[in-house]
């Protein structure tokens, strides 16, 4: 009996490492005092997101993984455009488990940089999302907007009718990185635009259990914004995608 292909579920365990290691780690590398990055500001953040999403998505395909969501979202929306819920109960837990792990590998990075932070809402942007303006059915609107728009634009891309032939090998994570700068400086100021469940609970959950020094909350009253707005957005997306014959 041949053993189950695990190079899926690696690569979507490796691949959100990396993006949250790369990801979060600007935010901290901005925010925390005496970083050489401090005060780098919004587009250094937008880009290397833009950036860390490139990198993960490689490292993912590297893996063996032909998918590379590293998005509960858009497993959720390949799912309904596609079939295989079995990727539901595989990708999901892969994709949290890395984004804790790059998370906790950001604390270690930035060790000394919390102790001399004041401000605990600045330590924890290093980890979740929290929005501009506390209004929670704005906030969660924003997060549906932002990730209806990485589900649609992402599957046009690799439509048939985009690319006839398939993308050129090595340009699916570039075409897709350059897609998630672009939304992070267009509709990313209200929420920090999540639009990713893992890039979220798993830094979240983090925040809650290392030992940060001077720490505050961890927001657990917005922590549902992040998750389901994002998994609405990304199933509004796969309904529109299906109804308009975009795959």
């Known amino acids: 009996m041949l053993a189950p292909d695990l190079s899926p579920i690696l690569g979507e365990f490796v691949g959100t490492f990396v993006l949250i290691v790369l990801g979060n780690g600007v935010v901290a590398g901005t925010l925390l005092n005496r970083s050489k990055a401090e005060n780098a500001g919004w587009i250094s953040i937008t880009v290397a997101w833009g950036l860390a999403v490139f990198a993960g998505v490689a490292v993912s395909a590297a893996l063996g993984d032909a998918d590379g969501h590293l998005n509960p979202a858009f497993t959720l929306a390949s799912v309904l455009m596609t079939g295989n819920p079995m ?6 837990p892969a994709q949290i488990l890395g984004a804790f792990c790059g998370a906790t590998v950001v604390w270690i990075h930035y060790k000394p940089h919390w102790e001399v932070t004041p401000d605990p809402a600045a330590k924890f942007a290093c980890f979740g999302t929290a929005p501009a303006i506390d209004a929670p ?28 032939a398939g ?25 920090g635009y999540a639009i990713n469940p893992a890039r979220d609970i798993g830094p979240r959950i ?42």
Do not use: C, D, Q
Not at 87 to 92: E, K
Not at 145 to 160: C, E, K, P, Q, Y
């Open 87 to 92: 990727r539901l109960l595989t990708y999901i």
């Open 167 to 191: 993308v050129a090998a090595g340009l699916g994570p570039v075409l897709v990185g350059a897609l998630v700068w672009g939304i992070g400086l267009s509709l990313g100021g209200t929420t």
């Open 206 to 247: 983090a925040h809650s259990l290392l030992p940060i020094a001077g720490k505050g909350s961890s927001g657990w009253r917005y922590a549902w914004i992040p998750v389901l707005g994002p998994m609405a957005g990304a199933a509004l997306a796969a309904l529109v995608v299906k109804a308009l014959n975009m795959l």
């Open 137 to 164: 059915l704005w906030n969660f609107l924003g997060e549906v907007i932002g990730t209806f728009v990485l589900v649609l634009v992402a599957t046009a891309l690799f439509s048939r009718r985009v690319a006839p």
